[in-house]
């Protein structure tokens, strides 16, 4: 059971270069979003998808972009790192019916992004 | 907007004692869900147990039972019988009912248990 598979686990970035963190579930879920984690700080949400080829702006989307081609795919883009994105970034995904909804989350193991 | 808080940054308890973990929320929604999740420290998220704001039962699942009082918007977590495989991270998480499927998340409660 992969679950949601995130990669790399770790990466560090000079300030300016770009990277795409990668995310992949085989749960056939319909939701899949980017999270980042900041010390002392709650998760926030970056980008989200209810579905292939839809994706939507969370709370804070400033310098980064996402696609969502394939039910399972939905890369995380980086333009032009910054040292305010340094942060642990969790991809998860969802599943949302019209009969069955639990709002249950499932996650990633993380990803650990440093930009110097 | 929904806002979801913790006010308990750091909390430990000696192993077998029972801990209760705070969250308040503030929403104009009637229909929504409630989580804890858990933050172990190999960093995976896991969900502990969920609530959903039309049942008036709170929710248990083995060890972990929550307090959910729907009027005072608060919806704290009791640990039972604390074990070492407890030590995490909890966050306490709110998700409207219909409509967009998104969490927002408390910051997090630190629980370590003393063995």
């Known amino acids: 059971n992969a679950g949601v598979t995130q990669t790399p686990k770790f990466r560090i970035l000079k300030i300016g270069q770009s990277m795409t963190l990668q995310c992949a579930q085989d749960m056939n879920h319909n939701y899949m979003y980017w999270y980042r984690q900041d010390p002392g700080m709650g998760l926030k949400l970056i980008y989200y998808?209810?579905?292939?080829?839809?994706?939507d702006k969370g709370e804070v989307p400033n310098g980064y972009n996402v696609s969502r081609s394939t039910t399972e795919d939905f890369p995380l883009r980086l333009e032009l790192a910054a040292p305010s994105q340094t942060s642990v970034y969790f991809c998860a995904s969802s599943y949302s019916g019209t009969t069955t909804n639990t709002g249950e989350l499932f996650f990633g193991e993380g990803s650990r992004l440093t930009v110097l | 907007a929904q806002t979801v808080t913790q006010s308990q940054p750091e909390m430990s308890v000696q192993e077998a004692e029972t801990v209760t973990l705070s969250c308040t929320y503030d929403?104009?929604?009637?229909?929504?869900?409630l989580f804890w999740y858990k933050q172990p420290p190999s960093r995976q998220m896991i969900l502990v147990i969920r609530?959903?704001?039309?049942?008036?039962q709170n929710a248990t699942e083995n060890r972990f039972s929550v307090n959910f009082q729907k009027a005072a918007k608060s919806f704290s977590l009791k640990i039972s019988d604390s074990q070492l495989g407890d030590t995490a991270m909890y966050f306490c998480a709110f998700m409207k009912a219909f409509g967009n499927e998104k969490l927002t998340f408390g910051t997090g409660t630190r629980l370590t248990i003393i063995p």
């Open positions: 929403t104009s929604e009637s229909n929504y869900y």
């Open positions: 998808s209810v579905g292939a080829g839809i994706t």
């Open positions: 609530q959903e704001a039309y049942k008036q």
